[in-house]
């Protein structure tokens, strides 16, 4: 039996019950359904999911709406699920919150691939484990240990793709890393490298933590080579 309670959010039933017949043969016993918008909310705001799958047409309301809901309390993964495959469509999904972007018509057998693979991530951020850091940049912390980042003294809510990204760099502080191996360090897929998901999480991560994002002062690009976060007044806690 694998952990994590999981919500599917679809109007279309044969989907719906697709997906939750499969990701329960995976060993995902705790898989709860809606097909509405108002629907889900109620769920989110009563319950506690560790992965959330959305539909993003619904009849009552769009899932990137939804997915505002969410990210005020949890910043567990979401899945976008839709029949629009542009990248465009896809940049829209990762910067209303989505961890992950899936076209239909798709392999349910990878979705739960792929669900499996940020549960355990997202589980893994969840334990409390003795002796965790808290990264303190001066401007910015990130609580390792309650999963929090705060920015001038206040909670900023963010998905949990962009945590774990923002996670990556606390850990390796004025390394450069290129796109291809913030994503195989990060997103853990060597096969379905993507530099636009890469590049939506960067400037996602820049408008929380930047007093202006379009001038960082933390989170840098190296011209020709990638990535790095500066230390500054770094201090572990």
Known sequence: MESGKILIVDDEVEILNMIKLVLQK???LLVETCTTGKEAIKLIETNRYDLI??????P??????ISSTIRKNSNAPIFF???RNSDLDKLTGF?????????KPFNPLEVAA????????YLSTQGEKEE???FDFGQFTLNTKSAELRVDDHIVPCSAQVYNLLLFFCNNPDRIFSKE???QQVWKDDLLMDDNTVMVHIRKIREKIEKNPSKPSFLLTIRGLGYKLVSGKRRLL
Request: aromatic letters at 12%; hydrophobic letters at 35%.
């Open 53 to 58: 799958i959305l539909d993003v047409m619904l």
């Open 114 to 121: 792929r669900v499996r693979v940020q549960i355990k991530r």
């Open 26 to 28: 995976e060993g995902f």
């Open 181 to 183: 191996q913030l994503y």
């Open 95 to 103: 910067t209303h919150g989505g961890d992950d972007y899936i076209t």
């Open 60 to 65: 009552d309301m769009y899932g990137y709406d």
């Open 81 to 83: 699920i839709s029949a």
């Open 132 to 134: 965790r850091e808290i």
